[in-house]
Protein backbone atom coordinates (compact mmCIF):
# COMPACT_ATOMS: atom_id res chain seq x y z
CA UNK A 1 0.00 0.00 0.00
CA UNK A 2 1.14 3.47 -0.61
CA UNK A 3 0.06 7.18 -0.11
CA UNK A 4 -2.36 8.14 -3.28
CA UNK A 5 -1.90 11.53 -4.49
CA UNK A 6 -5.55 12.32 -4.48
CA UNK A 7 -8.14 11.86 -1.82
CA UNK A 8 -10.78 9.23 -2.60
CA UNK A 9 -14.37 10.61 -3.43
CA UNK A 10 -15.63 9.73 -0.18
CA UNK A 11 -12.99 11.37 1.43
CA UNK A 12 -15.32 14.10 2.94
CA UNK A 13 -12.22 15.86 5.06
CA UNK A 14 -9.04 15.03 3.31
CA UNK A 15 -5.72 15.70 4.94
CA UNK A 16 -2.02 15.28 3.94
CA UNK A 17 -2.26 15.52 0.71
CA UNK A 18 -1.92 19.18 -0.29
CA UNK A 19 1.61 21.03 -0.35
CA UNK A 20 -0.15 24.12 1.68
CA UNK A 21 -2.05 23.75 4.53
CA UNK A 22 -6.17 24.88 4.95
CA UNK A 23 -8.59 25.52 6.87
CA UNK A 24 -12.49 24.73 6.04
CA UNK A 25 -16.00 24.07 7.67
CA UNK A 26 -16.84 21.30 9.58
CA UNK A 27 -19.66 19.09 7.90
CA UNK A 28 -21.16 16.91 10.75
CA UNK A 29 -23.53 18.04 13.54
CA UNK A 30 -21.88 18.67 17.02
CA UNK A 31 -24.54 17.56 19.21
CA UNK A 32 -26.24 14.46 17.60
CA UNK A 33 -28.88 13.87 20.54
CA UNK A 34 -31.62 15.70 22.52
CA UNK A 35 -32.13 16.68 26.24
CA UNK A 36 -34.71 14.10 26.38
CA UNK A 37 -31.85 10.98 25.85
CA UNK A 38 -29.75 11.20 28.67
CA UNK A 39 -28.01 13.09 31.68
CA UNK A 40 -26.94 16.53 29.96
CA UNK A 41 -29.50 19.20 30.14
CA UNK A 42 -30.16 21.54 26.81
CA UNK A 43 -27.61 24.00 28.72
CA UNK A 44 -25.02 21.30 28.75
CA UNK A 45 -26.21 20.50 24.91
CA UNK A 46 -25.54 24.10 23.85
CA UNK A 47 -21.85 24.61 25.95
CA UNK A 48 -20.75 21.53 24.44
CA UNK A 49 -21.93 22.56 20.71
CA UNK A 50 -20.32 25.97 20.94
CA UNK A 51 -17.19 25.13 23.18
CA UNK A 52 -16.55 21.26 21.93
CA UNK A 53 -16.21 20.08 25.51
CA UNK A 54 -17.31 19.44 28.68
CA UNK A 55 -16.03 18.88 31.96
CA UNK A 56 -17.44 18.16 35.83
CA UNK A 57 -15.39 18.22 38.42
CA UNK A 58 -17.30 14.99 40.55
CA UNK A 59 -18.80 13.43 38.22
CA UNK A 60 -17.11 10.20 39.30
CA UNK A 61 -17.06 9.75 43.31
CA UNK A 62 -13.51 8.81 44.97
CA UNK A 63 -14.78 4.88 45.76
CA UNK A 64 -16.12 4.63 42.11
CA UNK A 65 -12.62 5.06 41.12
CA UNK A 66 -10.37 3.70 43.98
CA UNK A 67 -9.86 -0.07 42.11
CA UNK A 68 -8.66 1.97 39.03
CA UNK A 69 -6.15 4.26 40.88
CA UNK A 70 -4.94 1.25 42.32
CA UNK A 71 -4.85 -0.57 38.87
CA UNK A 72 -2.89 2.89 37.72
CA UNK A 73 -0.28 2.06 40.30
CA UNK A 74 0.25 -1.87 39.97
CA UNK A 75 0.62 -1.44 36.04
CA UNK A 76 2.91 1.67 36.29
CA UNK A 77 5.33 -0.89 38.43
CA UNK A 78 5.04 -3.90 35.98
CA UNK A 79 8.48 -3.86 34.57
CA UNK A 80 6.46 -6.46 31.39
CA UNK A 81 4.32 -3.70 30.50
CA UNK A 82 6.65 -1.78 28.90
CA UNK A 83 7.62 -4.16 26.72
CA UNK A 84 4.28 -5.04 25.16
CA UNK A 85 3.21 -3.80 21.86
CA UNK A 86 0.40 -1.82 23.75
CA UNK A 87 2.77 0.24 25.47
CA UNK A 88 4.24 3.77 24.28
CA UNK A 89 7.21 4.53 26.04
CA UNK A 90 8.60 8.49 26.21
CA UNK A 91 11.10 9.37 23.66
CA UNK A 92 14.65 9.53 25.24
CA UNK A 93 13.61 7.57 27.80
CA UNK A 94 12.50 4.16 29.47
CA UNK A 95 9.79 5.90 31.34
CA UNK A 96 6.03 5.02 30.25
CA UNK A 97 3.60 7.54 28.31
CA UNK A 98 0.74 5.50 27.14
CA UNK A 99 -0.97 1.75 27.43
CA UNK A 100 -3.35 1.31 25.36
CA UNK A 101 -6.75 -0.87 25.08
CA UNK A 102 -6.80 -0.93 28.67
CA UNK A 103 -10.33 -1.93 28.16
CA UNK A 104 -9.18 -4.96 26.51
CA UNK A 105 -6.90 -5.85 28.71
CA UNK A 106 -8.04 -5.07 32.39
CA UNK A 107 -11.10 -6.05 33.82
CA UNK A 108 -10.84 -2.96 36.36
CA UNK A 109 -10.50 -0.70 33.48
CA UNK A 110 -12.84 -2.34 31.38
CA UNK A 111 -15.61 -1.46 34.15
CA UNK A 112 -14.91 2.20 34.06
CA UNK A 113 -14.83 2.43 30.42
CA UNK A 114 -18.16 1.44 30.18
CA UNK A 115 -19.31 3.02 32.96
CA UNK A 116 -23.09 3.88 32.70
CA UNK A 117 -22.97 7.59 33.39
CA UNK A 118 -20.17 7.87 30.97
CA UNK A 119 -22.01 5.86 28.41
CA UNK A 120 -25.31 7.55 28.97
CA UNK A 121 -23.11 11.30 28.02
CA UNK A 122 -21.46 9.16 25.31
CA UNK A 123 -24.72 7.81 23.85
CA UNK A 124 -25.94 11.88 24.66
CA UNK A 125 -24.20 13.40 22.51
CA UNK A 126 -23.81 11.08 19.68
CA UNK A 127 -27.29 10.00 19.38
CA UNK A 128 -27.48 6.41 20.03
CA UNK A 129 -25.58 3.41 20.79
CA UNK A 130 -22.03 3.30 21.25
CA UNK A 131 -18.75 1.23 21.24
CA UNK A 132 -15.23 1.93 22.41
CA UNK A 133 -12.51 2.81 19.49
CA UNK A 134 -9.98 3.69 22.16
CA UNK A 135 -8.93 3.75 25.62
CA UNK A 136 -5.64 4.41 26.73
CA UNK A 137 -3.95 5.66 30.04
CA UNK A 138 -1.63 8.90 29.50
CA UNK A 139 0.74 8.73 32.26
CA UNK A 140 3.00 12.19 31.79
CA UNK A 141 5.11 11.09 34.33
CA UNK A 142 6.90 13.80 37.08
CA UNK A 143 9.49 15.51 35.73
CA UNK A 144 9.96 13.89 32.50
CA UNK A 145 6.47 13.06 31.09
CA UNK A 146 6.67 14.79 27.52
CA UNK A 147 3.92 17.05 25.42
CA UNK A 148 1.08 15.85 23.38
CA UNK A 149 1.41 18.59 20.35
CA UNK A 150 -1.34 20.74 19.04
CA UNK A 151 -3.65 18.04 17.05
CA UNK A 152 -7.22 17.24 16.15
CA UNK A 153 -7.72 13.56 17.20
CA UNK A 154 -10.72 13.19 14.03
CA UNK A 155 -7.58 14.06 11.69
CA UNK A 156 -5.76 11.21 12.66
CA UNK A 157 -8.26 8.83 13.44
CA UNK A 158 -9.90 10.23 9.12
CA UNK A 159 -6.78 9.48 7.86
CA UNK A 160 -5.17 6.43 9.49
CA UNK A 161 -8.02 5.03 11.03
CA UNK A 162 -11.00 5.19 7.79
CA UNK A 163 -13.34 7.13 10.45
CA UNK A 164 -15.79 8.31 8.19
CA UNK A 165 -17.26 11.35 10.04
CA UNK A 166 -17.07 13.93 13.14
CA UNK A 167 -19.52 11.22 15.50
CA UNK A 168 -17.06 10.58 18.27
CA UNK A 169 -16.35 11.94 21.93
CA UNK A 170 -13.14 11.35 24.04
CA UNK A 171 -13.74 10.85 27.96
CA UNK A 172 -11.08 12.06 29.91
CA UNK A 173 -10.78 10.83 33.54
CA UNK A 174 -8.04 12.27 36.03
CA UNK A 175 -6.78 9.73 37.87
CA UNK A 176 -4.18 12.48 39.43
CA UNK A 177 -4.73 15.75 40.43
CA UNK A 178 -4.54 17.94 37.15
CA UNK A 179 -3.08 21.50 38.00
CA UNK A 180 -2.08 23.90 35.96
CA UNK A 181 1.29 23.09 36.07
CA UNK A 182 1.65 19.50 35.87
CA UNK A 183 0.65 19.72 32.11
CA UNK A 184 -3.21 19.41 31.88
CA UNK A 185 -5.06 19.11 28.50
CA UNK A 186 -5.21 22.54 26.67
CA UNK A 187 -8.70 23.07 24.60
CA UNK A 188 -9.24 25.94 21.78
CA UNK A 189 -13.05 26.19 22.71
CA UNK A 190 -14.86 26.13 19.37
CA UNK A 191 -12.44 25.38 17.30
CA UNK A 192 -13.97 21.90 16.87
CA UNK A 193 -16.43 24.26 13.84
CA UNK A 194 -13.37 24.22 11.38
CA UNK A 195 -11.09 21.69 9.96
CA UNK A 196 -7.52 22.08 9.97
CA UNK A 197 -6.26 19.72 6.80
CA UNK A 198 -2.07 19.13 7.81
CA UNK A 199 0.68 19.01 5.24
CA UNK A 200 2.79 15.48 5.01
CA UNK A 201 2.02 12.15 3.64
CA UNK A 202 1.55 9.50 6.04
CA UNK A 203 4.26 7.52 6.60
CA UNK A 204 4.02 3.11 6.77
CA UNK A 205 3.26 2.33 10.04
CA UNK A 206 3.34 5.78 11.49
CA UNK A 207 2.27 5.43 14.74
CA UNK A 208 5.39 3.67 16.23
CA UNK A 209 6.88 7.13 16.28
CA UNK A 210 3.74 9.50 16.33
CA UNK A 211 2.38 7.98 19.73
CA UNK A 212 5.77 9.58 20.96
CA UNK A 213 5.81 12.76 19.18
CA UNK A 214 3.65 14.15 16.16
CA UNK A 215 5.16 15.14 13.35
CA UNK A 216 3.08 14.27 10.69
CA UNK A 217 -0.63 15.19 10.80
CA UNK A 218 0.00 18.42 13.20
CA UNK A 219 -1.47 22.11 11.80
CA UNK A 220 0.70 24.53 10.73
CA UNK A 221 1.53 27.56 12.71
CA UNK A 222 -0.48 29.89 11.09
CA UNK A 223 -3.49 27.78 11.12
CA UNK A 224 -2.75 27.38 14.94
CA UNK A 225 -2.40 30.91 14.82
CA UNK A 226 -5.35 31.88 13.67
CA UNK A 227 -7.93 29.80 16.10
CA UNK A 228 -5.73 30.82 18.75
CA UNK A 229 -6.69 34.52 17.98
CA UNK A 230 -10.88 33.06 17.24
CA UNK A 231 -10.75 30.58 20.21
CA UNK A 232 -8.39 31.13 22.95
CA UNK A 233 -7.17 28.63 25.02
CA UNK A 234 -8.38 27.04 27.86
CA UNK A 235 -7.30 24.36 30.46
CA UNK A 236 -9.67 22.46 32.58
CA UNK A 237 -7.81 21.22 35.57
CA UNK A 238 -9.63 19.33 38.54
CA UNK A 239 -9.35 16.57 41.52
CA UNK A 240 -9.06 12.95 40.75
CA UNK A 241 -12.25 12.15 39.18
CA UNK A 242 -12.53 14.88 37.18
CA UNK A 243 -14.17 14.00 33.89
CA UNK A 244 -13.71 16.81 30.93
CA UNK A 245 -15.68 15.09 27.41
CA UNK A 246 -14.42 16.60 24.42
CA UNK A 247 -15.45 16.75 21.17
CA UNK A 248 -12.89 14.61 18.19
CA UNK A 249 -12.27 17.57 16.32
CA UNK A 250 -11.59 20.39 18.94
CA UNK A 251 -8.37 21.56 18.26
CA UNK A 252 -6.25 20.10 21.72
CA UNK A 253 -2.48 18.98 23.15
CA UNK A 254 -0.65 19.51 26.61
CA UNK A 255 2.52 20.95 27.77
CA UNK A 256 4.97 18.78 29.19
CA UNK A 257 5.30 17.91 32.88
CA UNK A 258 8.52 19.10 34.75
CA UNK A 259 7.09 18.95 38.09
CA UNK A 260 7.41 15.98 40.67
CA UNK A 261 3.93 15.14 40.25
CA UNK A 262 2.46 13.14 37.55
CA UNK A 263 -0.41 14.22 35.97
CA UNK A 264 -2.23 11.05 34.42
CA UNK A 265 -5.29 10.32 33.06
CA UNK A 266 -7.40 7.72 31.29
CA UNK A 267 -9.15 8.35 27.93
CA UNK A 268 -12.11 6.37 26.32
CA UNK A 269 -13.00 7.68 23.24
CA UNK A 270 -16.71 6.82 22.11
CA UNK A 271 -17.85 5.83 18.83
CA UNK A 272 -21.05 6.08 17.35
CA UNK A 273 -22.11 2.47 15.94
CA UNK A 274 -22.86 4.13 12.75
CA UNK A 275 -19.44 5.25 11.79
CA UNK A 276 -17.13 2.69 12.07
CA UNK A 277 -14.22 2.86 9.70
CA UNK A 278 -13.78 2.15 6.47
CA UNK A 279 -10.55 1.65 4.56
CA UNK A 280 -8.43 4.78 6.06
CA UNK A 281 -8.52 8.13 3.64
CA UNK A 282 -4.33 7.97 3.43
CA UNK A 283 -4.32 4.53 1.57
CA UNK A 284 -2.50 2.91 4.22
CA UNK A 285 -2.63 -0.20 5.91
CA UNK A 286 -5.04 0.66 9.29
CA UNK A 287 -3.14 0.85 12.63
CA UNK A 288 -3.46 -2.20 14.71
CA UNK A 289 -6.82 -2.92 16.38
CA UNK A 290 -5.49 -1.83 20.04
CA UNK A 291 -5.43 1.75 19.03
CA UNK A 292 -8.32 1.91 17.05
CA UNK A 293 -11.04 -0.43 16.84
CA UNK A 294 -12.03 -2.50 14.01
CA UNK A 295 -13.66 -5.70 15.00
CA UNK A 296 -16.00 -5.46 17.92
CA UNK A 297 -18.53 -2.88 17.15
CA UNK A 298 -20.71 -4.22 19.83
CA UNK A 299 -22.63 -1.63 21.55
CA UNK A 300 -22.03 -0.68 25.69
CA UNK A 301 -24.72 -2.17 27.44
CA UNK A 302 -26.96 0.08 29.35
CA UNK A 303 -27.65 -0.04 32.69
O1 LIG B 1 -3.16 8.66 17.20
C1 LIG B 1 -4.00 8.55 18.09
O2 LIG B 1 -5.01 7.88 17.93
C2 LIG B 1 -3.74 9.22 19.38
N1 LIG B 1 -2.85 10.30 19.31
C3 LIG B 1 -3.04 11.44 19.86
C4 LIG B 1 -1.96 12.45 19.91
N2 LIG B 1 -4.22 11.75 20.40
C5 LIG B 1 -5.33 10.87 20.27
C6 LIG B 1 -4.99 9.47 20.11
O3 LIG B 1 -4.83 8.79 21.28
FE1 LIG C 1 -5.66 13.85 21.34
Redesign the pocket.
Known amino acids: ARTPDKPRTDDRYPSRFDTRAHVSNRHDPVVYGSADDGPLSASDLRFYDDNGYLSFDALLQPDELQSALDELQRLRNDEEIKDSDEAVIEPGSRELR?I?AVHRHNAVLRRLCAHPRLAAIARQLLGGEVYIH?S?INYKGGFRGKE??W?S?FE??HV??GIPAMRMV?CSISLTPNTPNNGPLMIMPGSHHRYVACVGATPENH?KA??KQ?DV?VPDDASLSALAEQCGIIAPTGPVGAVTFFECNVMHGSNSNITPAPRSNL?I?YNSVDNTPVEPFCGLAP?PNF??ERVDFSPLGRA
Open positions: SFQRFYHDTWEDSYSLQGFVRIA
